[in-house]
Every structure is written in C-alpha cells, then in structure tokens.
C-alpha cells in the first residue's frame, strides 16, 4: 500500500487561504468517505482537525475545513494565522490494509 | 479525561525486539479500538497496526506483518507493541492513538506523547 500523495510543501501570507490536496486511489480516498486531517507541529503528537472528508471535531476551528472529489481530498485553511503553520496529514481508509497517511505536506506562513 | 500514557525511550541494537507500552485511562478500555502510528525523523506518518482491547484481535500492515505483535492486558488498561529483528530504518517515534468507539471508525482523535526508539549498534 503506497502513502497517500501530497505536495511536500504550500505557503501562504497571514490572512490568505491555502489549500492542501491529498491523491489516493478508488481502493481509498476515492471508495469512502474515511478521509481524516492531522496537524503536526515540530515535536508532537498529531492533532486531528478534520474527520470523515468534512467534519470539523470540537475545538477546532472553522477556519479549517474538508472536502473530496473524486480521489482527491483537500483541506482549506481560511484566514492564515502564524500558529497555523505547521506539518499536515491526510489518512484514509483502504481495502486493503485498513489505514493509510499521505506523505504530509509542510506549511509556512510567509 | 482520556490519557495515552507511553513508556519511555528505547536504545536497542540491531536484530533486537523493542516492546512499548501505552497505558490507557479516563474511559473503557476494552470498548476501544487502539492503533500504532510510527514516525522516522523527518519522515511522515506510518500506520503500524490496530488492536481490539476487548477480545485482543488484531489488524496489522503487511510490511509490518510476522515482525510486530500488539497484546492488552486488560487487568492495567494497557496495550502494547512489540517490533521484533530491529534494523537502523526502525529508529522512530511510536505513537500509540485511539479511535472514537465503534470497529468502523478510521480517525485517530487521541494520541500518546510518542515513544522514541533508536536502533544503533
């Protein structure tokens, strides 16, 4: 099972919105809607900002959002915000092996 | 409220096992699902496996299939993952993550602190 296929980086200027895609297969991304968004900061665990393709957990902030075409999902930041910046991660369920994560994609807030 | 507490860091020589520990606490342990995700310096994120603390089934990604084995004891609330014939590209931060209740839930909304295991002769 190959990782799922991100840029390895995107930037933006505080304010603006960038957005993040994340390239599976049908056998993943493109089969269910199981597609998940983590944010890493240097040095710690995961934190999970978006479930299901669009569903924003508790907390998180509606700045962040979700959505899927095809087998191709991608998380919008709105409103850049220097604390956004940050290491990102997509995750999908497969068929073939129950979980798998993008390659993550690194953030900078110019 | 939910905590992931892992063990401490490993130095292990290559050709040893590594077993990490993820004690669970502030819900039922044996109603949830728990997951390894496993992290190389600098690299992304790496699902390992999954284990049900109820009945002690387990799920694991076949690169990892025949070298790791994940166990419970449920008497402590704790799960464990044993990685067996380390080499150098096991050196990794390993996290233990939790999925919300139910067998077809594919997010991980709780994680432990990590677990960093170097494998250096």
């Known amino acids: 099972q190959s990782a799922l296929t991100q840029p390895a980086s995107v930037s933006g200027s505080p304010g603006q919105s960038i957005t993040i895609s994340c390239t599976g297969t049908?056998?993943?991304?493109?089969?269910?809607?199981?597609v998940s968004w983590y944010q890493q900061h240097p040095g710690k665990a995961p934190k999970l900002v978006i479930t299901d393709v669009s569903n924003r957990p508790s907390g998180v902030s509606d700045r962040f959002s979700g959505s899927k075409s095809g087998n191709t999902a991608s998380l919008t930041i709105s409103g850049l915000q220097a604390e956004d910046e940050a290491d990102y991660y997509c995750?999908?369920?497969?068929?073939?092996?129950?979980?798998?994560f993008g390659g993550g994609t690194k953030l900078t807030v110019l | 409220q939910v905590q992931l507490v892992q063990s401490g860091a490993e130095v292990k020589k290559p050709g040893a096992s590594v077993k990490v520990s993820c004690k669970a606490s502030g819900y039922t342990f044996t109603r949830y699902y728990m997951h390894w995700v496993r992290q190389a310096p600098g690299q992304g994120l790496e699902w390992m496996g999954r284990?049900?603390?109820?009945?002690?089934?387990?799920s694991y990604a076949q690169k990892f299939q025949g070298r790791v084995t994940m166990t419970r004891d449920t008497s402590t609330s704790t799960v464990y993952m044993e990685l067996s014939s380390l080499r150098s590209d096991d050196t990794a931060v390993y996290y233990c993550a939790r999925p919300p209740y139910g067998s077809g839930s594919y997010y991980l909304d709780y994680w432990g602190l990590g677990t960093l295991v170097t494998v250096s002769s």
């Open positions: 284990i049900n603390p109820g009945g002690g089934f387990t």
């Open positions: 049908s056998s993943d991304v493109g089969g269910y809607n199981y």
């Open positions: 995750s999908s369920y497969t068929s073939s092996t129950l979980l798998v």
